[in-house]
């Protein structure tokens, strides 16, 4: 038997639920545009006529209800919920699928037809068509919350054509193009705001419904909404490139990723359910060598009876919907999985270990202090730092942008390099220019007399002409949950380490402010993967925080990689295995919840099927149950494990 309940979307914009996933079995449990009354309709008009020969056969007594009249009355009630199963069993058949759940129900059901039991042959199929749909509405909750994220994006735009506003398809909008954005309105493609401000409810996309409000030049994404005033964007990336687009690639490919768990029970589902069929077998047959009063009807009730109950539905079904409902809780907080495994690792992660930057502090940084040598002029020194560091992409570079002003770009710079770990090294009218920290000024052979281990800040040292020519202070702030991240760990017994290429002072402080267990500063790249090694050794998991990108080593050593502010880069949703897309580390915390949370609702109903189902398999094997209790074991089991499974969606973190 193949799963049983997979759910694996298989188009960008047509989110079908099928259980085809690489396997023969076709088996969708998606409610798809069906109304309620339609889904439920063959399960009424078969529970009607049900109810109708019951009360003839037993209340109602007449003397037509007998021989062909009552088989033609039952076989119709049989036909709204037992045609289409028998149909996907004979399609199963042809694929090379026997032993699947349609065949278990197919035979247990014609079985009773065959022995006389018309009434209950009737009833293990109508109570089985109705779990299905239960489980086709589960599903369809399940993808609630990610299909709200998938059609966030319109499919029309209005862009201003010479002074006349055009409504065209999203996807024929081109660079450049100017987009007017009314109140209410989504936003089709990433962009630049070129009004001078406007207001944007992101909820969609960080799962943070505070309002974020943009100013002329900052970026835009789609999937904001416009709140106040009508807003003009000026296109910058292509429909298909947008960072929307690779959020929905990235959560419609999560579920190809399957837990270790929903693997194994795929598997065993294989073996078991063939195993079964035989056992029942078996059980009707073998008794005749060893029963002196052997009743071949009796044993082939018994044979029937373990056929309902052995159908692996509840596992197969609840466990991948477990999982599934796992994406969807954390999607809703803005939390991204590319996979129901990482779900799984997550639960047993005993370390995370986080950058400091932009991830425990806001990475926004301001200059603090310019402390220039005698013999330089500040202002001759800050325009060729400024111009320098606009070749970096590092908080930084903002900062001291954001405090010399405009870039002089008639600097004639050559020979830009970056040196990791270290800083910017150029030439300048045929001088060296550096800038970066001291282990830079070390590297180059530059002397200086500061006592720069006692300063508290992030320290940018200049030198020029092969002198040192002074230092910049640089101070970033603590984000506001980063010390309700480091408690909510702790009391998940998860320890924290801060890995950061940051001054070892400032790294401290920020440690010593959190709370957490170990920190270390001035650390290059091959450090930061050495430091995690070091964690591993010890046979702990470890995940690593960080931007995904120049952590990219670290993160691939790591059991699970967690990138923050994920809209923001490109390659952060590449790299990592769980994104945060805003840049709360609060949600650190939440995402191992949400983990643990999904294993705990799994293993529960692992344990809850394969202990009913061991019961009622011995009392049927015995001929102590009939098909009622076999009815309860199968779909009663199912209906109560979706209910567990959906659970989740319901949990606050």
């Known amino acids: 038997m193949e799963e049983c309940c997979s759910t694996k979307p298989k188009e960008q914009d047509k989110h079908v639920h099928s259980e085809n996933d690489g396997h023969d079995h076709d088996h969708s449990h998606d409610a798809g545009d069906k109304t309620v009354f339609q889904m439920f309709l063959p399960a009424l008009i078969s529970f009607a006529l049900l109810l109708i020969g019951i009360a003839l056969?037993?209340?109602?007594?007449?003397?037509?209800?007998?021989?062909?009249?009552?088989?033609?009355?039952?076989?119709?009630?049989?036909?709204?919920?037992?045609?289409?199963?028998?149909?996907?069993?004979?399609?199963?058949?042809?694929k090379g699928d026997v032993f699947s759940e349609f065949f278990l129900m197919g035979i247990a059901t014609v079985g009773a037809f065959i022995i006389g039991e018309y009434p209950e042959g009737v009833a293990v199929m109508l109570f089985y068509s109705v779990g299905e749909v239960f489980q086709g509405m589960a599903v369809s909750r399940a993808k609630g919350n990610i299909k709200a994220l998938l059609d966030q994006r319109p499919d029309e735009v209005t862009i201003i054509d010479g002074s006349q506003p055009k409504t065209i398809k999203?996807?024929?909008?081109?660079?450049?193009?100017?987009?007017?954005?009314?109140?209410?309105?989504k936003l089709a493609l990433d962009g630049e705001l070129i009004t001078a401000s406007a207001s944007f409810n992101t909820a969609a996309l960080t799962g943070e419904s505070k309002p974020d409000t943009?100013?002329?030049?900052?970026?835009?994404?789609a999937g904001m909404i416009n709140m106040n005033s009508i807003a003009l964007v000026k296109v910058n990336t292509a429909y298909e490139d947008s960072k929307l687009s690779k959020i929905l690639e990235l959560v419609q490919n999560a579920t190809a990723q399957k837990a270790p768990t929903e693997l194994f029970i795929r598997k065993f589902a294989k073996v078991y359910t063939p195993i079964v069929v035989?056992?029942?077998?078996?059980?009707?047959?073998?008794?005749?060598?060893?029963?002196?009063?052997y009743q071949f009807r009796d044993w082939l009730y018994r044979a029937l009876i373990f056929l309902v109950i052995s159908c692996p539905c509840a596992l197969v079904i609840s466990i991948p919907l477990g999982y599934f409902g796992g994406i969807g809780a954390a999607s809703r907080n803005g939390i991204l999985f590319k996979g129901s495994n990482f779900l799984d690792s997550i639960a047993e992660i005993q370390n995370v270990v986080m950058d400091k930057t932009g991830t425990m502090t806001e990475g926004v940084f301001k200059v603090q202090e310019v402390n220039i040598q005698p013999g330089f002029s500040k202002e001759e020194i800050l325009k060729l730092v400024n111009a320098l560091e606009s070749k970096s992409t590092h908080p930084v570079a903002t900062a001291i942008h954001n405090y010399a002003g405009e870039?002089?770009?008639?600097i004639p710079l050559e020979d830009v390099e970056e040196i990791a770990g270290h800083g910017l090294k150029a030439s300048v009218d045929g001088k060296e220019l550096l800038v970066g920290n001291f282990k830079l000024m070390d590297k180059f052979n530059i002397s200086y007399d500061t006592n720069h281990s006692n300063i508290v800040y992030t320290l940018i040292a200049v030198a020029y002409d092969k002198k040192f020519a002074g230092y910049i202070t640089i101070a970033d702030s603590i984000k506001s949950d980063a010390k309700e991240t480091v408690d909510n760990l702790h009391r998940m017994g998860v320890k924290a380490t801060m890995l950061s290429g940051d001054k070892g002072t400032v790294v401290k402080y920020v440690a010593d402010q959190l709370g957490i267990d170990s920190a270390f500063g001035d650390l290059l790249p091959e450090d930061k993967v050495n430091k995690v090694k070091e964690i591993k050794a010890k046979k702990e998991t470890v995940a690593f925080v960080g931007d995904g990108v120049n952590d990219a080593p670290v993160v691939a050593l790591s059991d699970v990689g967690i990138a923050m502010g994920g809209l923001g880069s490109d390659a952060t949703i590449e790299t990592a295995d769980v994104v945060i897309q805003d840049d709360k580390p609060s949600k650190i915390p939440m995402a191992i919840n949400i983990g643990k949370q999904t294993k705990k609702i799994v293993w529960q109903n692992?344990?809850?099927?394969?202990?009913?189902?061991?019961?009622?398999?011995?009392?049927?094997?015995?001929?102590?149950?009939?098909?009622?209790?076999?009815v309860f074991a199968d779909v009663g089991v199912a209906l109560l494990a979706i209910l567990n499974a959906v659970r989740i969606q319901r949990m606050k973190f």
């Open 170 to 185: 999203a996807k024929e909008a081109k660079i450049g193009d100017i987009i007017q954005l009314k109140p209410g309105e």
């Open 214 to 221: 943009k100013s002329k030049g900052e970026a835009v994404l």
């Open 407 to 410: 870039i002089d770009h008639s």
């Open 278 to 293: 035989f056992l029942a077998i078996g059980i009707c047959l073998l008794p005749y060598f060893f029963v002196s009063d």
């Open 57 to 94: 056969d037993n209340y109602i007594k007449t003397e037509w209800f007998t021989g062909w009249v009552r088989l033609v009355w039952y076989l119709a009630a049989y036909a709204p919920v037992g045609l289409p199963v028998l149909k996907e069993a004979y399609e199963s058949i042809i």
């Open 606 to 630: 692992i344990i809850l099927a394969f202990a009913v189902k061991a019961v009622v398999l011995v009392l049927g094997a015995g001929g102590l149950a009939t098909m009622w209790e076999a």
